[in-house]
């Protein structure tokens, strides 16, 4: 059993940053986060594998030059820094964990109870 907790969520204006964190009770070789708004479905935003095959991270192309993932196997946590931050980022944000990086959030069996980030304009 792996447990997330997440912290850092909030409210920002619109351009601003935020950084979330995660901190995980173990490692697993796919960490990362998703994110949810009401009524539709979770979709990745950054995950990061490190594992026999070598390490790679993902991000989502609606991210892309906004959001920086990054993990401390050491300390066990992966953190999300958000910048230029949009309305259409509001949403709650997950942690979650997994053997491999899916991007069908079905496929993860660790999550943390979510942090909420909410963007004004």
């Known amino acids: 059993q792996v447990q997330l907790v997440e912290s850092g969520g909030g409210s920002v204006q619109a351009g601003g940053s935020l950084r979330l964190s995660c901190a995980a009770s173990?490692?697993?070789?796919?960490i990362g986060w998703f994110r949810q708004v009401l009524g539709k479905e979770r979709e990745r935003v950054a995950t990061?594998?490190?594992?026999?095959?070598?390490?790679?991270?993902y991000y989502a192309d609606f991210v892309k030059g906004r959001f920086t993932a990054s993990r401390d196997d050491a300390k066990n946590t992966v953190d999300l820094q958000m910048n230029s931050l949009k309305p259409e980022d509001t949403a709650m944000y997950y942690c979650?964990?997994?053997?491999?990086?899916?991007?069908?959030?079905?496929?993860?069996?660790?999550w943390g109870q979510g942090t909420q980030v909410t963007v004004s304009s």
């Open positions: 173990g490692v697993r070789p796919c």
């Open positions: 979650a964990a997994h053997s491999f990086c899916y991007s069908d959030y079905r496929q993860y069996t660790y």
């Open positions: 990061i594998y490190v594992g026999p095959t070598g390490r790679s991270t």
